[in-house]
């Protein structure tokens, strides 16, 4: 795909977002790792975080950032492309603003953040915006310190091939399929990247990532009330395939 390329979805993507925002403010963010994916009360992933210092990748609203300040983090780094989100974000951390650097731009980019310094980058619900992969992970290892984490969730890619039509749940698209597309889940322009869970391991190995965990657990609910099948995200369709991965890695020591 050529530059010009790449820059126009990303232009096409932030106008979206800027416009959408508030409908998202704090949807998917810290303890939650995406729909039906366990909590990380329960997974532990990030351990003991007071007094480091975190970057987070596509932080939207702010929301996981707050999570991270209220653990006591000494110092809150934030990436993202929406102005709107950035605002949103800023406000919500108003308390916190003598350690919070926010810059806004596409996570394909090096921002000119300091490398070789973040003790945890992570990013919850953003990554699959990437029109880049190989190089936002590059930008990624470059911030991290030798030892750091990096930590991230997005919705897994079995999850858009599968729907739900005459009462069952039918494969509609090639799991083999990767590439930049138009969500179906949006009726404005999103060009999200298809990438199969086995690209996203393989292009962390290549930067140098350690793999330390891959989550595909699914948490159901206690229901009540019956669950519609047919919306994105269904208590149906999670109980057959997980809407959530995380993935948890380091940068080796040397
Ligand atoms: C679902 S929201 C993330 C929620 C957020 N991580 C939280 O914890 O509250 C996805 C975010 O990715 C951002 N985004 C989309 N494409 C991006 C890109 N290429 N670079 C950086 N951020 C991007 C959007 O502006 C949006 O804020």
Redesign the pocket.
Known sequence: MSITTQEEF?QS?KKS?DEV?PR?F?????PTFGPFAPLESDLNLFGEVANLRVL?????????LEYMASRGVSELWG????DT?LEAARNLLKANESILKLFQG???NDHGLPHHYFDVVY????IG???DLRQTLHNVFNYLKPGGVFIFSWEHPLHNRIKYENDSFVVKKSYHEEGIHQSEAWNIPAMMNQMKLSTYINELIQTGFQIERVVEDVVIPEQTEPDNPMRWYSLEKAALIPPTFIIKCSKPQK
């Open positions: 990303i993507n977002w925002a998202f704090g949807r998917t963010a810290l987070d990748i596509g932080c939207g609203s702010g929301h996981s990436i993202d492309l929406s989100q596409p996570m394909e990013s919850i619900y953003a915006w990437t029109v």
